[in-house]
């Protein structure tokens, strides 16, 4: 069993893998139009990929973890650095990498996409397609509130 972690705002908390935010606006790994719920192997690294998405002094007050089991049995992909594109981790992210989560969901083959951090490569986010079959057998164990420190915004 492996415990991934995701920092949102409550009022998306009832059904934090639902992959409605990646569906509405896309991310590096995915398309608009495309369901992903995008999650971390820590939940140090969760905040920070939620971090980096919040402008400066603006944290917004109503922010929880969901921290969520994924049973081993549960299939996934790893995709390693050397399997990635050139320039991978550039900001601005490339629509070739939006294409390779699309392409994750569209054939369906696992559950879960491990993918390095662009913030972190040595550490993983967790793709996670909620309309995969196994996708019933990952778990929200808890959805806690979460405040960053207000040293992040000194």
């Known amino acids: 069993m492996t415990r991934v972690y995701r920092i949102l705002r409550k009022p998306y908390s009832k059904r934090p893998l639902d992959g409605e935010g990646a569906y509405r606006f896309g991310g590096r790994w995915s398309s608009a139009g495309t369901r992903l719920a995008y999650t971390a192997e820590h939940l140090s690294l969760a905040m920070i990929e939620y971090f ?56 369906g083959k696992a559950a879960v996409l491990t993918v390095p951090s662009a913030l972190a490569p040595a550490e993983c986010n967790w793709l996670i397609n909620p309309q995969h079959p196994e996708f019933a057998r990952i778990r929200v164990v808890s959805v806690e509130t979460f405040e960053y420190d207000s040293r992040f915004f000194g």
Do not use: C, M, Y
């Not at 089991?69 to 991978?88: H, K, N």
């Open 52 to 107: 980096i998405h919040v402008e400066a002094g603006e944290a917004p007050r109503d922010l929880v973890v969901a921290t969520v089991e994924v049973p081993d049995a549960v299939s996934r992909i790893a995709l390693t650095e050397r399997q990635l594109p050139r320039g991978w981790r550039r900001n601005p992210a490339t629509p070739e990498l939006a294409a390779v989560g699309d392409g994750f969901v569209r054939e």
